[in-house]
């Protein structure tokens, strides 16, 4: 059983920053590319972004490429996704995923597995 486990949200005001973290537990994530979603309220999961094994990220969503970055520390076995700028369209329930070695170009919710809790992000003054 692959778990994920999300953390590092919060209430943030607009312009702020965040850094969510995605662990692992019972497993190695050096072989899987993670990818991050978020579920807005009302809205279904959408894909976020994604990083490679190798470390290549890659988003899906055109409204955080500049503001936002993915990394990973294998050595902690840790995937980070650093947002900057945050607008209140960020806020959301946040969530990680894997597959193994590569991301996908599409970002599908059916492409990952091992959701974790997710951990909750809101932007608001």
């Known amino acids: 059983q692959l778990q994920l486990v999300e953390s590092g949200g919060g209430l943030v005001q607009p312009g702020g920053s965040l850094r969510l973290s995605c662990a692992a537990s019972?497993?190695?994530?050096?072989?899987?590319?993670v990818a991050w979603f978020r579920r807005a309220p009302g809205k279904e999961r959408e894909g976020v972004g994604c990083i490679s094994k190798t470390g290549s990220p890659h988003f899906y969503l055109d409204s955080v490429k500049g503001r936002f970055t993915i990394s990973r520390d294998n050595a902690k076995n840790t995937v980070y996704l650093q947002m900057n700028s945050l607008k209140p369209e960020d806020t959301g329930d946040y969530y990680c995923?894997?597959?193994?070695?590569?991301?996908?170009?599409?970002?599908?919710?059916?492409?990952?597995?091992?959701w974790g809790q997710g951990t909750q992000v809101t932007v608001s003054s």
């Open positions: 019972e497993f190695t994530l050096d072989y899987y590319a």
């Open positions: 995923g894997v597959r193994r070695d590569w991301c996908t170009t599409t970002g599908l919710v059916t492409d990952f597995r091992s």
